[in-house]
């Protein structure tokens, strides 16, 4: 049997998702030479070809890609033991995005440390789905469609992702209703979905806009609150600044919504009764929202 370096095999795997060694090794931390030359000894190691390099990246051979399967359901399942080594029952992790951590998690926290007094919430924040299935006293809560592959299998929808524009109350800005091209003449906040970016091209008119670009929907509903613009982001996301009147929603995009929100968890982990609990917490929580604006 073969020896191989797993720090190998898990750079691999970060080069083949990504399908760029430059970017893989800005995820890694390291330098586009040592990631190089870690693949080539992997593939010295395998005796085979596992990437083709291209102008812009690089694409997975058939060997390549079988490999890769077989790395992440390795890796997988590693991480999926070793996020659960170790623990005495009372503690628990929720992986999730940080603006959905910041702006729908933290102002429930005080209820559920009421709720939940004997349970550590053990909060992991990702830029990207997690690839790998979760273990034992873990869930996820993240955005997707019903038809998409892990993490989902094990999940359960909690809203619909609803687009909404939001300001400050007291921010200048036209009546009610408001178009998309009027709403498009104002200082506009966006995150790295871009959501701004892509309506004005359905409009058909890019022009010149106020477009101010953050790396997180927090930041640009921090903005917003501030004063500054008008940012987009689901409902979900800012049902407690427009109760607490530090936003207001001005804006519902009228398109059908844009997937849906989903609470993940692992069913092969028999006894997870504190897990259960949270889930039904999690899905009670977003079951209280007021109703969509009409």
């Not at 690839?131 to 999940?155: Q, V, Y």
Request: charged residues 20%; positive net charge.
């Amino acid at each position: 049997m073969r020896q191989m370096n797993l720090n190998g095999l898990r750079i691999f795997a970060t080069v083949a998702r990504r399908g760029n060694i430059r970017q893989a090794a800005d995820d890694l931390n390291l330098t586009r030479g040592a990631v190089s030359q870690r693949i080539k000894q992997l593939e010295l190691d395998l005796g085979v070809v596992l990437l083709e390099r291209q102008a812009r990246g690089v694409a997975l051979t058939p060997e390549g890609a079988r490999c890769q399967a077989a790395v992440e359901t390795a890796l997988g399942a590693l991480e999926a033991f070793f996020a659960g080594l170790g623990e005495t029952g009372t503690q628990v992790t929720l992986h999730l995005g940080s603006s959905t951590a910041s702006k729908w998690l933290m102002p429930r926290m005080e209820g559920f440390a009421a709720r939940f007094p004997g349970i550590t919430l053990r909060t992991e924040v990702h830029s990207r789905q997690l690839t790998r299935d979760l273990g034992r006293n873990e869930l996820a809560i993240w955005p997707g469609r019903a038809s998409d592959p892990s993490p989902f299998r094990t999940a359960t929808p909690l809203t619909d992702i609803r687009l909404v524009a939001v300001c400050s109350p007291d921010f200048p800005r036209p009546g009610w209703p408001m178009g998309l091209e009027t709403l498009l003449t104002l200082p506009l906040l966006q995150d790295a979905h871009r959501r701004w970016d892509q309506l004005i091209r359905e409009t058909g008119r890019p022009g010149a806009r106020t477009l101010l670009n953050f790396d997180r929907a927090a930041l640009a509903l921090d903005a917003a609150i501030g004063g500054h613009g008008v940012a987009i982001a689901p409902s979900y996301m800012v049902e407690h600044d427009i109760l607490a009147g530090r936003l207001a929603e001005i804006w519902v995009d009228p398109e059908p919504p844009r997937g849906q929100l989903f609470v993940s968890w692992s069913r092969d982990h028999a006894g997870q009764a504190q897990v259960r609990r949270i889930v039904d917490w999690v899905i009670g929580e977003f079951a209280a929202e007021r109703p969509a604006t009409a």
